[in-house]
């Protein structure tokens, strides 16, 4: 995890993600990456895909642009291993809800190399997108899967 959400952090991923700062991707990526370990260099970069009104909303997937830069910075393969299916939005929901409400939520989109995977998400809450992320991986590969989380957003 690079901080918390709050003070510039929180500023830099809200430009980022709901004014088209799309710069915000450069600005992350190199935070993230001076937090990440030295990683195997076969491992796969993917990220935990917005929901589809969000993207059309904001004309881009702030995730994948997010893992593009990382993988970039890092010279590691990327790819887009899930696909969201659902509309379920999680601001201003309580704990239980966000837990249940992401059940289902991912499905494998693409082929899971045999190698490891770094799976990224901008901000963790609950936990409860993250863990599905990760579940519905695991169905698809026994490889080592790393989270990488850019901000913890306590649950207010």
Known sequence: MVGSRQDSLKRLINLYKFERTLSGAQTLAMLADTILPILPPDTHVTFVPTISSHVRQRGYDHMSLLARELAKRRALPQKQLLGRIGKNVQ?????KTR???QKGTFVVRDTIPESP?????DIYTTGATINEAVKTLRTQTTQPIIVLVIARQPLE
Request: proline fraction near 0%; aromatic fraction near 0%; avoid cysteine.
């Open 99 to 101: 837990l249940t409400q």
């Open 91 to 95: 601001h201003g929901t309580d704990r």
């Open 117 to 121: 995977v770094l799976l990224i998400d």
